[in-house]
Nanobody
Framework: QVRLVESGGGLVQVGGSLRLSCEAS????????AGWFRQAPGREREFIAA????????YYDDSVKGRFTISSDNAKNTISLQMSSLKPEDTAVYYC??????????????????WGQGTQVTVSS
């Protein structure tokens, strides 16, 4: 059984930084893509960033480009999201996802069969 577990969310002030991590278990991911999505109250889940497990291909939504950095550690079956210059509109539940075979631009939720439980990120002004 594949399981994704996120960690690293919390409360941060505007302009601050947070690092999210997502550890996968139950399957070794060496091919395909993983990514991060987020969902704010009353809004649909939206794509943030995607990466292939070797780390050579990355893709970002324009809303986070230049502020967020996605990375992967194939040996640890882990992906991370370094978030900087955080804004109040970044407040959301952040989800990691894995198992996409291709990189759609932009990626869609149904591309990913595996999801974490989500971690709350709150940016206070």
């Amino acid at each position: 059984q594949v399981r994704l577990v996120e960690s690293g969310g919390g409360l941060v002030q505007v302009g601050g930084s947070l690092r999210l991590s997502c550890e996968a278990s139950g399957r070794t991911f060496s091919r395909g893509f993983a990514g991060w999505f987020r969902q704010a109250p009353g809004r649909e889940r939206e794509f943030i960033a995607a990466i292939n497990w070797s780390g050579g291909v990355k893709y970002y939504d324009d809303s986070v480009k230049g502020r967020f950095t996605i990375s992967s550690d194939n040996a640890k079956n882990t992906i991370s999201l370094q978030m900087s210059s955080l804004k109040p509109e970044d407040t959301a539940v952040y989800y990691c996802a894995a198992g996409a075979s291709t990189l759609r631009q932009p990626p869609e939720t149904h591309d990913y069969p595996y999801w974490g439980q989500g971690t709350q990120v709150t940016v206070s002004s």
